[in-house]
């Protein structure tokens, strides 16, 4: 399974962010994987922003929520992230990131990981 992310690497403040990730070697909608998005701001931990899982269903970081959506194409595989309203504190390394759960949707383990894409936040 490979993950690729691409999408723009400087944003201005206040417009959206938008990101996608193509998905090979592994379909969206298999049982129970959840697809996500994660980042690492410079000098600072990963940070968990949402995930969509193989029916289709989001959620999100509590504290990206207002902000954040997550879609899917399944005829391409490709899963995107939006982040609305972005500001220099959304500057990051971002990641898509495959995630295998439970049939009750409980996390197990991140297995596949995209290589990250830098996104600068700057005017």
């Known amino acids: 399974v490979q993950l690729q992310e691409s999408g723009p690497g400087l944003v201005k403040p206040s417009q959206t962010l938008s990101l996608s990730c193509t998905v090979s070697?592994?379909?969206?909608?298999?049982?129970?994987?959840?697809f996500s998005w994660m980042r690492q701001a410079p000098g600072k931990g990963l940070e968990w922003m949402g995930a969509i899982g193989y029916s289709g269903t989001t959620s999100y970081s509590p504290s990206l929520k207002s902000r954040t959506s997550i879609s899917r194409d399944t005829s391409k595989n490709q899963f995107t992230l939006q982040l609305t309203s972005v500001t220099p504190e959304d500057t990051a390394v971002y990641y898509c990131?495959?995630?295998?759960?439970?049939?009750?949707?409980?996390?197990?383990?991140?297995?596949?990981w995209g290589r990250g894409t830098q996104v600068t936040v700057t005017a």
């Open positions: 990131v495959r995630e295998g759960r439970t049939s009750d949707g409980d996390y197990i383990a991140s297995d596949y």
């Open positions: 070697g592994g379909r969206l909608t298999t049982p129970y994987y959840y």
